[in-house]
């Protein structure tokens, strides 16, 4: 029963994406571009999903991991590179994944994009991390399922 619940839950946030416009990186971008042609259509889509966010995870506030305690570079560079290739794309993982569903060729460049960008983030965290004494191949519990 759960993976029809996680693929009917998947089916509807990719539909959203796809009927707000933010599998459109034109949409996208012209949402970020506030000193242009300034498109603020997508900022009702985000603060809808921000209330549900909102309302969602003060229901499941027991399941959740707690957040990490302090901001720390890795945080901060993350952020930033993705910041970054969201403005110059107009993708970001969830979208770039609905438009690669529905046959955008950018988004095909753009996931091959992420995944090698994982894989190299992998690869240069795998030897700190066997330091540490982490898993990484392990993917860390965040909802106690």
């Known amino acids: 029963m759960r993976p029809l619940f996680t693929f009917s839950v998947?089916?509807?946030f990719g539909l959203g994406l796809c009927l707000s416009g933010m599998?459109?990186?034109s949409k996208v971008l012209g949402f970020l571009?506030?000193?242009?042609?300034w498109d603020p259509s997508l900022a009702f889509v985000m603060g809808g999903?921000?209330?549900v966010g909102l309302v969602l995870f003060r229901l499941a506030r027991s399941r959740l991991a707690?957040?990490?305690a302090r901001i720390d570079r890795?945080?901060?560079t993350g952020s930033a590179l993705f910041?970054?290739?969201w403005g110059l794309v107009g993708f970001c993982p969830g979208p770039a994944l609905a438009a690669l569903g529905v046959g955008e060729p950018k988004a095909l460049a753009f996931v091959a994009a992420m995944i090698a960008g994982t894989l190299a983030h992998r690869l240069v965290t795998a030897p700190k991390a066997?330091?540490?004494g982490l898993d990484l191949a392990r993917p860390r519990e965040t909802c106690g399922a």
């Open 83 to 85: 910041g970054i290739g």
């Open 74 to 76: 890795g945080l901060v």
């Open 23 to 25: 599998t459109l990186p």
């Open 10 to 12: 998947g089916l509807a």
């Open 66 to 68: 707690p957040p990490p």
């Open 33 to 37: 571009d506030v000193a242009g042609a």
């Open 49 to 51: 999903a921000v209330a």
């Open 130 to 132: 066997a330091v540490l």
